[in-house]
């Protein structure tokens, strides 16, 4: 079923947007559209695996109709012509920062001359004071360096913290509420549309796909779980 309506969504939706279709609970009924760029499997096994974050889903299908769920959409527009930019630097790494990281990952990255290095911190964007020497290094380099959280909810905000606007001192790009895959996938594609640093730089953080929010927002696209044993009110 859900392949059927991922169909009938790419021919008929009104959107032109890159979107992953799955099953809105573990029953058959409702399909939720999400959009690629925020979207994250959030179970190995269920049938609603898939979860928009920090965002509305882009739309739901039901009885065979699209309805859009956000208004924030790239509308399709059969007159408008595909410009395809499919180039990606491979030299780009995704670091997951952990306890006692060893500064030398990072050094090793600079020394194999990775263009660009998405850092997955704690919490508001943070690593180990000790991981600081190689990463103002590498930004020294001419290697764009940017902050993710490790967290599922929520966006980053290296202001709060010294930790964090050390990091900023140095150069270090904050990536808002951006899923540290997307973010990877970005600065791969930013990187291999200019040769200029500053203007991959400027690519990262623009908004091109709905990769960052305006705003963080509740999940409050899917129907409360109703507990066992737990009954519904009546009116």
């Not at 527009?77 to 997951?96: Q, T």
């Not at 963080?216 to 009546?234: I, N």
């Amino acid at each position: 079923m859900v392949s059927c309506m991922a169909t009938a969504t790419s021919a008929k939706g009104p959107f032109a947007e890159v979107a992953v279709a799955m099953h809105e609970t573990i029953s058959d009924g409702a399909v939720v559209l999400h959009r690629g760029t925020k979207v994250r499997k959030c179970h190995t096994s269920r049938r609603d695996a898939f979860e928009t974050v920090n965002a509305e889903p882009l739309a739901r299908v039901l009885n065979g109709k699209i309805a859009m769920v956000t208004g924030n959409h790239q509308p399709r527009d059969h007159n408008r012509k595909v410009e395809l930019k499919n180039r990606f630097e491979e030299k780009v790494a995704l670091i997951k920062f952990h306890p006692g990281m060893n500064p030398e990952t990072i050094e090793w990255y600079a020394e194999e001359n990775y263009r660009g290095l998405i850092l997955e911190g704690t919490g508001l964007g943070h690593i180990r004071r000790e991981c600081f020497p190689p990463v103002r290094e590498a930004i020294r380099d001419g290697v764009i360096v940017a902050m993710t959280s490790q967290c599922i909810w929520g966006r980053v905000n290296m202001n709060v913290y010294a930790n964090g606007r050390d990091l900023l001192a140095m150069g270090a790009l904050p990536l808002e509420d951006m899923l540290a895959e997307t973010a990877l996938v970005k600065l791969m594609w930013a990187i291999a549309q200019t040769k200029d640093t500053e203007e991959a730089r400027k690519l990262l953080m623009t908004n091109v796909a709905h990769e960052f929010s305006s705003r963080t927002v509740e999940p409050s696209h899917l129907p409360r779980t109703v507990a066992a044993g737990e009954e519904t009110e009546k009116e």
